[in-house]
């Protein structure tokens, strides 16, 4: 058997993995792109700002570690074209030259690569100009040079999304002065803006400029002598023109699928663009698999659509992987479970914020709330900030929101909303879950149960027209 991996990232290397876990006699080959396989890009942010101290630390696993599992590498090979009819790839090999390999299995892992907002000025800046997209290594060493060779004496960032908040603490941590611009009315918009504007304060808290409701219309160059390289005009809620001048310029606004290799092979695509696979990461195409931020997602709560995140590519791969050797498993499904930190504080979610649900069919109530970590009484405890969304006609827990201090577990918190609505929990029956207690690490009634208990004492006083509890 002739597998062969396009990608070698999260989803190309789980396959691979899986691959060679259930048949060490497949022949197992991943094309790479770049000369980095199996780099954790989440990590990113925490080499820019020291924490990592070198950049091959980013690495799950060395590319001696993977060659011993069997697998073959194929670095610094670009894939060109997918011959569906005869099974081959046609890739172009590091010193230029063109090359057919034959497969009998075919896992497209592409990923997803940095989108270009429509603003003024990106098409023709880039790093040497100290503007900057930021998604994969090669980006990395292209800000770690500007960092480095040109000294930036200030940064903007637009984007205000997890990557964006990241890299404004790295670069703070790095003593520079950093601005960040995000159009949307609060930061971190995929929680609610109430929470949103908890990790607004603690950008601020920590110096960090924020200007939320505000759109980057164009960024340039600014004329000799100016005391910066880059000039950003935004314009705020009210249209009223903002300006600021830096030197380094990092453009964070998501990412989309990379899919034109499928798609010219004749794939199917989807939601944003997105490969159509099926929950056996099938696609249309005879004998090609795909997985991870290329294809569609499974959500559990909301069916198809496009969520990209490293644990679900993960998870996606090592279906790919399995089923290419004849499996039969299927991807379970995301709930989009999401965790960030900012200085010393965490945001996290999981399922479906009210908005999402009500879109979704559902009748959804979100009650906010509050709960101490750990016993009060014994020292160090700090506030959980919450967000309960259920339905309010069954009772089903749809999805839930924290924030709260570095050292209020808020990760594995909300891994407990995240098993309870995986499995089909009513907000009810979180209450019921047996989990550990003592006092300097939590108390009798977990804070997550406590939220679930807010929730159901509130709904059962509301009527029947939807209300949303602040």
Known sequence: MHLLMIGGSDAGISAALRARELDDSADVTVVV???????????????VSGEVTHWRDLAHRTTADLEATGMGLRLDTTARRIDVGGRKLLVTSPDGTEELIGYDKLIVGTGACSARPPIGGLATLGPGDGVHL??????????MRTLEQAAPASTVIIGAGYIGLEMAEALTARGLPVTQLEQLPEVLPTVDPGLGALVHEELASHGVEVLAGTAVRRVSKTEPGSPARLRVDAADAGGQQVTRLADLALVVTG?????????AAGAALGVRGAIVVDRRMRTGLPDVLAAGDCVVTHHRLLGETYLPLGTTAHKQGRVAGENALGGDREFAGSLGTQVVKV?????????????????????????????DDHKAYYPGSHRITMRVTGDRATGKLLGMQLFGHRHAEVAKRIDIAATAIFHGMTVDEVSDLDLAYTPPLGSPWEAVQMGAQSWARLVSTLGPAGATGD
């Open 33 to 47: 792109a770049d000369a980095y396989p199996n780099f954790s890009i989440c990590g990113i942010p925490y080499y």
């Open 255 to 263: 990412v989309r699928p990379d899919t034109e290799l499928a798609a």
């Open 343 to 371: 200085f010393d504080q965490v945001a996290a979610r999981t399922g479906l914020r009210d908005h999402e649900a009500a879109a979704a069919g559902f009748d959804p109530v979100t009650i906010g709330s509050g709960a």
């Open 134 to 143: 930021l998604h994969s290594m090669g980006d990395t060493f292209a800000v």
